[in-house]
């Protein structure tokens, strides 16, 4: 059965991929999985029929059959779950990929939503120059912590980052 992801047709991009939706794109694509996608209008998303998908009238959403999903790592969890090779095999492998997914959403990438709210939603308030570089700090210390745990990818360092 081919997936269906609805997407906001007013991205940056056109509808094609680089605002959210990319996660789930990005895992059916990884597994060879054909799907469509439906683009919504910002009127369409707060609609009846786009609130029944996607309670919080947000993108993407993810159809499969009678299947309605949204939450970008659910929509990734369940693909992942569903067909073999985006998670490991071994059970404390697979459950350390599901913490390092959960941490993207939600310990790495709010600093980086925060500094585009910053930006481009608050950039003209009075108190916004003095805001911004704590704002600026926080999206740096995200990376510096995974770089001290990761270390060099190819080495000892990362290969025991991935055993935790």
Known sequence: MTA????????PDGGKGLARDT???WALEEMDQPYEVRLVSFKAMKES???ALHPFGQ?????????????????VFHIAQRRAGLLPDDANARAR?????????STVEPPVLELATAKLLEGDK???AQRMPLVEDRVRHRPGQLSVRLGDATGSMARSARAT
């Open 49 to 51: 029929a786009h609130l």
């Open 126 to 128: 009075s108190w916004s």
């Open 97 to 105: 990929a599901i913490t390092w997914m959960f941490a993207a959403l």
């Open 4 to 11: 269906t992801i609805i997407a906001f047709e007013r991205s």
């Open 23 to 25: 996660r789930v794109r």
């Open 59 to 75: 993108i993407p959403t993810y159809e499969e059959g009678d299947l309605a999903l949204f939450e970008t790592g659910a929509i």
